[in-house]
């Protein structure tokens, strides 16, 4: 048997078992080295590939992607720097939990650190943020070899999506010959749904002696509160509605945690960022306990509460493990399927809380939805383009936020909605990079798909469009261009007029962006005034492709509208907390 024959088997057996396992979406960044993995899984009927040059777009398409269809989604690079190109987005799958397996080529052991071209050191690369690395045997074609690499394949798929998901990492090194030998017989395994390995995972749950102890410290209390921040696993959500609907217990729902559309409780309190921002308010008002489910929300203001009231009993429910906690409170850790939490808490009799307690926080969402929703003059200001865009943006389809400003306005300014919309983005690290591309993943799944974004976190993953323009993914982009960081504005930095602001941290453009969105063959809208962007809004839906329609503001006139309202919204609740403290 000939060496190409041995790669071509080889390979061949690695691709088919994760066709089998149920990898379905492979991103390929072209490159010499990697041929065998890329042209053999091109060749398999069961596996279908996106072409992205560009290392650091795809792994950012793949991370859209896997976040959209809740399944992993391997990468294809050759070796050299092009693996270091994967590195942000594996940390971003790292911290939101999202199955990425990372296939990198490499020179074979002969060819590295002798100064061979296009060759660094990839063995564990990604440090500690994969989940599990191997770098792989060179290629044979023994019965022995064939039940090895199907075992890794195996391995590797089941790793990633194992609770917490995340990234697995193998190294494939290759020598030439490269290119794959497809009339070969007997490539593919000829049985139906034959696995090397099968693996299934059952759930985490507390014992009855641990969920009594829960319920008792739970119902000597008179008020608590239900926080749910970005959610990996969606299964939950009607148990957790259910135990607060019963309790009579408000939810903090992060836009991210997908509580505030669809059928949404009436105990979700979408306004609790604003309502918190006043330091009174926060001090007036404590729970006794407050459980958390999903990561810690995007509010800086339920933050800091947490920090001004350190004796709130605190409890995070994380599925499976990890210490997700930053504010350094007193903590009670249950690692614990959430629905299994919930359903076995409404086995035992409710709980006589404080009557008034929801009520009180659902008259002040409704004030600070009433502020919050107060139309603006046709001066464009980023808060009510939020208001508008969760108006006309279609049902069952998907909204893509970007990081920054455009998350905390999505928080602030989006209530609770019948329509069914998918809320993602990238706040494992939180970064500007890649929102792009992982916007144009999500895309992948026949879902239309809005990415309301910054100019600066527009402008950073530009790379990213060639993907709608290539594959013909409908988008459309609500692009706010406010010439720079409009987060900063809000910040100390821009409060103190530092001399160097506009340079260190406004960060200003001064481009034109439409010539973007011309270069990639979209439609390009520039409003300029509300009716305009309802219009622009209405027909980008309509229009297959890509859709980028720019809104320009100005960073100090959002900062006061923003400011204005959370101050009226803070005297309106203000003057009830007086009320009834004098009563």
């Known amino acids: 048997m000939n060496d190409t024959e041995k790669l071509s088997r080889y390979v061949a057996q690695f691709v088919d078992e994760l066709a089998q396992n149920g990898l379905n979406h492979v991103i390929i960044s072209p490159g010499s080295r990697s041929t065998p993995l890329a042209m053999t899984f091109a060749q398999h009927p069961k596996i279908q590939t996106w072409v992205n040059m560009d290392e650091r777009s795809a792994s950012f398409f793949a991370l859209g992607m896997a976040k959209q269809i809740d399944c992993p989604v391997a ?60 770098e792989v045997l060179l290629p044979e074609a023994t019965q022995q070899s064939f ?11 089941h790793v990633t999506n194992a609770m917490n998901k995340g990234v697995v990492h193998l190294n494939f090194p290759f020598r030439e010959p490269l290119v794959p030998d497809f009339s070969l017989s007997g490539l593919w395994e000829e049985k139906e749904n034959r696995k090397q390995l099968d693996v299934e995972q059952g759930s985490k749950q507390l014992s009855t002696n641990q969920l009594e102890q829960l319920y008792h410290q739970l119902q000597a209390h008179k008020s608590g509160i239900i926080v749910c921040g970005p959610m990996e696993s969606q299964q939950a959500q009607s148990e957790i ?5 019963a309790w009579k217990l408000p939810i903090f729902a992060d836009p991210l ?19 918190l921002k006043d330091p009174k308010i926060r001090k007036n008002v404590r729970p006794d306990f407050i459980i958390r489910f999903g990561a810690m929300p995007v509010s800086k ?12 009993d605190h409890y995070i429910i994380e599925e499976d493990d990890g210490f997700r906690e930053p504010v350094g409170h007193v903590t009670t850790m249950l690692y614990t399927d959430p629905g299994l939490l919930c359903a076995g808490l409404l086995d035992f009799p409710l709980p006589s809380f404080d009557e008034n307690w929801l009520p009180r926080w659902k008259q002040w969402n ?32 998907t909204l893509f936020i970007g990081n920054s400003m455009a ?8 209530f609770s909605t019948d329509k069914v919309i998918r809320m993602l983005g990238n706040r494992g690290a939180n970064g500007i990079d890649g929102v792009v591309s992982s916007a144009l993943g999500a895309a992948t799944a026949s879902k239309r798909v809005t990415l309301f974004i910054g100019d600066l976190s527009f402008f950073h993953d530009q790379n990213g469009l060639l993907m709608a323009k290539h594959y013909h993914l409908d988008i459309t982009i609500v692009l706010i261009n406010n010439n720079g960081g409009g987060i900063f504005s809000f910040l100390p930095q ?35 005034n509300w009716d305009q962007y309802t219009e622009a809004l209405k027909k980008s839906y309509q229009r297959a492709g890509l859709s980028v329609i720019e809104l320009k503001t100005v960073r100090e006139e959002n900062a006061i509208s923003h400011e204005s309202k959370w101050r009226k919204i803070t005297s309106r609740i203000e003057d009830e907390i007086s009320v009834s403290k004098n009563n």
């Open 75 to 134: 990468l294809v690079c050759t070796s050299g720097t092009a693996a270091a190109n994967y590195y942000p987005a594996v940390i971003e799958a790292y911290y939101s939990r999202v199955p990425l397996l990372v296939l990198t080529a490499d020179r074979p052991h002969e060819l590295r650190d002798v100064g061979a071209p296009q060759s660094i050191n990839q063995l564990r690369l990604y440090g500690e943020y994969v989940k599990w690395f191997q």
């Open 147 to 157: 039940s090895y690499i199907r075992s890794i394949a195996a391995r590797a798929l």
């Open 241 to 245: 509605l259910a135990l607060a609907e």
């Open 257 to 275: 945690s997908q509580l505030r559309q669809g059928k949404a409780s009436h105990s979700v309190v979408e306004s609790y960022d604003a309502i």
């Open 301 to 312: 203001s339920y933050m800091l509460w947490l920090r001004e009231h350190g004796d709130i």
């Open 366 to 397: 409704q004030y600070a939805i009433e502020v919050l929703k107060e139309p603006e003059t046709q001066v464009l200001t980023e808060g009510y383009a939020v208001v508008e865009l969760a108006e006309q943006i279609p049902n069952e389809s």
């Open 407 to 414: 998350i905390r306005d999505v928080d602030t300014f989006w």
């Open 494 to 528: 821009a409060k103190q007029q530092a001399p160097h602001f506009e340079a260190l941290f406004g960060t200003p453009l001064d481009i034109d962006l439409a010539y973007i969105v011309k270069l990639y063959e979209g439609h390009y809208s520039n409003p300029t």
